[in-house]
């Protein structure tokens, strides 16, 4: 079975789009510092991403709600680390990852 080209392109930016969230949301559970990301960066993520979950929701395209449900999940992860006070963020962030040296 091949698939047509827009079928890959779409699988790529999923791949691509899913991946480039998920650096961040692991940096944030190992070092438990959010003090470089920006609130209104991830604010805006989660609405863009809540917005085509919705879009894709309304035409009943599984690609486009699998990979901005996934996407929004893990924006609004990262958000919300963002806005915890630092002793919520590390209960959190143990309750993750709790082998994390001196956490």
């Known amino acids: 079975m091949t698939l047509e080209m827009s079928e890959l392109v779409g699988a790529l930016a999923s791949v691509a789009s899913v991946s ?6 692991w940096k944030v559970i190992r070092t438990r510092e959010t003090s470089s990301l920006s609130s ?3 604010g805006l993520t989660v609405a863009g991403c809540s917005l085509w979950l919705a879009y894709g929701i309304m035409l009943e ?3 486009l709600i699998v990979t901005n449900g996934i996407c929004l999940a893990l924006a609004a992860f990262i958000l919300l680390m ?9 209960a959190v962030a143990e309750a993750i ?3 994390f040296p001196g956490g």
């Open 20 to 25: 480039s969230f998920a650096p961040q949301a």
């Open 40 to 42: 209104a960066m991830y």
């Open 61 to 63: 395209q599984w690609p």
């Open 82 to 90: 963002k806005l915890l006070p630092p002793s919520r963020r590390k």
């Open 97 to 99: 990852d709790p082998n």
